[in-house]
């Protein structure tokens, strides 16, 4: 079905349903971010647990955090963002 076959009230109720997933999205995203970079200070200490050096333990946290990015829309919204981040960078150690 073509856009100019639709009934403007349909047309107008599927603009307002994209803006407000569009909204959801954002704050989503937001609070990924926000919730991401919160986390930091516990990945950077657990990193420090896992190889004993100060070196490969940021070498961890950023590739952990790049895998992480990359892959965050795996991640489901209100689930433990912690313990996701810390399965994987037990996985990549």
């Given amino acids: 079905m073509s856009s100019a076959a639709l009934p403007s009230q349909l047309e107008d109720l599927l603009d307002r349903l994209s803006a407000a997933t569009a909204r959801r999205a954002d704050c989503d995203a937001a609070a990924f971010r926000v919730d991401f970079l919160d986390l930091m200070p516990n990945l950077k200490r657990f990193a420090l647990s896992l190889t004993k050096n100060q070196a490969r333990a940021d070498d961890l946290v950023q590739d952990t955090m790049l895998k992480a990015w ?5 991640y489901t919204v209100g689930t433990n963002l912690g313990a996701w981040l810390f399965t994987i960078m037990r996985n990549n150690f």
């Fill in 70 to 74: 990359l892959g965050r829309a795996s």
